[in-house]
Nanobody, 117 residues
Framework: QVQLVESGGGLVQPGGSLRLSCTASRSIFTMYTMGWYRQAPGKQRELVAVFTSGSRTNYADSVKGRFTISRDSAKNTVYLQMNSLTPEDTAVYYC???????????WGQGTQVTVSS
């Protein structure tokens, strides 16, 4: 079992920045993958940024150069630094971790990010 607790969402103006945090109940290095997805109203959930096996990172094309995923193993926390935000980034952002022999998907509760003037 893995619990994921997110924080850091909110309302920001276009061009602004936010940092999301996701703290796991287990060492983040025990996860196969860990990262962030988002879901905008009326759209499917999509990958934003993730640490893959081997500690590589993978980003959605739409966020490359603007978003940065990072981690602090001592705090069991993964971060998503989001810069140059646009209204198209408005969504609920979910932390995700894949863990266990059955590679089960675990999700956080989601945090709302709204980009609006």
């Amino acid at each position: 079992q893995v619990q994921l607790v997110e924080s850091g969402g909110g309302l920001v103006q276009p061009g602004g920045s936010l940092r999301l945090s996701c703290t796991a109940s287990r060492s983040i290095f025990t996860m196969y993958t860990m990262g962030w997805y988002r879901q905008a109203p009326g759209k499917q959930r999509e990958l934003v940024a993730v640490f893959t096996s081997g500690s590589r990172t993978n980003y959605a094309d739409s966020v490359k150069g603007r978003f940065t995923i990072s981690r602090d193993s001592a705090k069991n926390t993964v971060y998503l630094q989001m810069n140059s935000l646009t209204p198209e980034d408005t969504a609920v952002y979910y932390c995700n971790a894949v863990y266990g022999l059955d590679r089960h998907n675990y999700w956080g509760q989601g945090t709302q990010v709204t980009v609006s003037s």
